[in-house]
Every structure is written in structure tokens, then in C-alpha cells.
């Protein structure tokens, strides 16, 4: 099983708590460290200090790592034009020595775009967007170097594009895309992404999830072994009940609860909730840690399951 650290930084968190938490995950043996691309807090109470762009964010971890690959869970698609996405993404792949995975999504979080002034249209425009976005991603990445690339679109057109930034990794980065949409989701999966990922799920919901992606890719003639399947989790561990029920605590989440939903509760229950994501599918696992001051915590996660 292949597990990474997944990061919520818009519920509080700076660069240095980022860079801290990136750079122990690497010298532990995460195989990746991903951090989420939000701007407001999600959930209950204030909003809290530390807010950072995720984009900028990578491209400080970029140059802070030197081996732990870089991403997003997941990238909304009404954030950015496409044009100038693809010329972060391969300045970031670039800086990485070609470390950067991209995930991206339609965008859901309607007080987010609000608080900020980022138009938030529908459902459907959401998603089409989103298709655009790919599709340029993907002709901007097969035009050959020098050469220049034109789209035309219902939302987006690239008149004449000279195509004079290239990511390192060939033929371009790879593209995580996820949810649990029924029909669009999957469907964009098979076409575009190296990864689905079904976020904050339990293995009943993943392995639910993974089937609709894999008929997908059977509809489009593609092999659904060749789509990486994976999952995050919120994951929380203690030596103890007592080291485990402050841990849990401190996240705002009930130790009992906890436990149904995550990979969480003592080492061996942590391990067994690992297994059961693994029989349902999952090739790879975004251990979410939102305790980012407590390292301690990190260590033994890793202690426990990359053992």
C-alpha cells in the first residue's frame, strides 16, 4: 500500500508548519505529501489565521523537498484560467525536478467563492469548465515545444498559445481526479486522470465508487488497471486511549466517531482499518493529519503503518 500525507492547511496552518510537516513525511518515507487548495475554513467556529495559496505553497515545498512527491486534493477549477494553470503546473514541475501531481476538481465550496468574489456557477457549468480545463491542460501538454496551441470552447478560447513552457515530467505531470459524482466524475476520470480518488470515505463508499470508474474506463475502451484507485482518510493514532482521545480531540473530532470513519484508534485498530481500505480497492491511501504541530504524531503513524 502506498500512503502519502494529505493537509488541510485552511484550518489554520503557515508555510513553516507546512514546510516542518513536508520535510518530516519525506525523511519517514511518505511516498507524498498533497495539501488541499481551499482559502476559508471549512466547518463550525471562526475562521482562523494562516491562510496560504496552495500554488505558491508547492512551489516553496518545490524547492524545500527533494524527493517526496507534490500535490493538490483537488484544485478548483473556478480558481484559475487554464492558460496560466498550465504554466504554474510546469514551473512547480520544473522547480520539483518533476515531483508534481495535479488533482483537480469542479469546485463545491459556494461560501469559499463568496467570501472571496469567485464567480460560482452551476453544477453543470462547474463540470463543463472543468472539461475545458482538461482538455486544454492535455493539448497544451501533446503541442510540441515552440509550437503554439488554439482552443476554441464555450468558456475558454487560447487564440495562438506559443507553447514555450514544458513540465519536466513526460508526456506531462500526472492528473488526480475524484468525488463521488455517479456519471460526470468517472467518466472524466477514464478520459483524463492517472488517479481517482474518493475523498473522506469509508471502503464500503470506495469500493462503491471504484466500480463506477471502472465502467467507465470499460465504456471507453480503456484498461481500468491502468486508473491508480485511491482514498482519504482522516487519520488519527495514540499509544493510548488517553494519547489517542487528546489527539482526536484537539482536531475537533469524537475519539468514537473517529474510529467508524477513519484510520484511527489505537495501532492495531489503525492497522485494520488500513486492510479494509486496501481489500475494498485502494492501491494508495492520503493519510489526512491535521494535527500539523505535533510531530510526534507523524512519526508514529508512520511507525504503525509503513512498518
Known amino acids: ?65 527533494t524527493s517526496i512527491r507534490l500535490g493538490t486534493l483537488m484544485s478548483s477549477a473556478t ?13 512547480v514541475d520544473s522547480m ?6 495535479i488533482g483537480i476538481g469542479s469546485g463545491w465550496y459556494e461560501a469559499e467563492h463568496q467570501a472571496l468574489g469567485i464567480p460560482f456557477p452551476s453544477v453543470q457549468e462547474r463540470f463543463d469548465r472543468l ?9 497544451l501538454w501533446s503541442t510540441r515545444q515552440g509550437e503554439a496551441f488554439t482552443y476554441y470552447g464555450r468558456y475558454y478560447t487560447l487564440t495562438d498559445c506559443p507553447v ?3 513540465p519536466a515530467q513526460q508526456p506531462h505531470p500526472p492528473v ?17 486522470a492517472a488517479e481517482f480518488n474518493v475523498p473522506g470515505a469509508t471502503p464500503a463508499q470506495a469500493a462503491e465508487q471504484f ?16 486508473l491508480k484507485k485511491s482514498v482519504w482518510v482522516t ?5 493510548d486511549d488517553a494519547e489517542y482521545t487528546r489527539r482526536a480531540t484537539a482536531i475537533g473530532r469524537s475519539p468514537a466517531g473517529l474510529r467508524e470513519q477513519g484510520i484511527a484508534g489505537l495501532p492495531s485498530e489503525a492497522k485494520e482499518s488500513l486492510r479494509r481500505f486496501e481489500s475494498a480497492g485502494a492501491e494508495r491511501v492520503y493519510l489526512q493529519f491535521l494535527t500539523l504541530d505535533d510531530l510526534d504524531h507523524l512519526d508514529l503513524i508512520a511507525e504503525v503503518l509503513l512498518a
Do not use: N
Open 211 to 226: 466500480a463506477r470508474v471502472d465502467k467507465a474506463c470499460e465504456e471507453l475502451g480503456r484498461d481500468p488497471e491502468s
Open 235 to 239: 487519520t488519527c493514532i495514540g499509544k
Open 176 to 192: 488526480l481526479i475524484g468525488g463521488y459524482g455517479r456519471r460526470r466524475t468517472p467518466a472524466l476520470a477514464a478520459r483524463f
Open 131 to 139: 472539461t475545458e480545463q482538461l482538455e486544454i491542460l492535455q493539448g
Open 1 to 65: 500500500m502506498d500512503l502519502r500525507v494529505f493537509t488541510e492547511p485552511q484550518q489554520g496552518a503557515t508555510f513553516p508548519q507546512l514546510v516542518a510537516v513536508a520535510q518530516r513525511a519525506e525523511q519517514l518515507g511518505f511516498s507524498g505529501f498533497f495539501r488541499s487548495d481551499h482559502y476559508r475554513y471549512i466547518g463550525d467556529g471562526s475562521p482562523r489565521d494562516g491562510v496560504t495559496d496552495a500554488w505558491i505553497t508547492l512551489a516553496g515545498l518545490a524547492v524545500e523537498t
Open 164 to 166: 514555450t513552457f514544458r
Open 96 to 101: 520539483s525536478g518533476g515531483r508534481l501531481e
Open 79 to 91: 480558481f484559475r484560467l487554464p492558460g496560466p494553470l498550465a504554466v504554474a503546473a510546469a514551473q
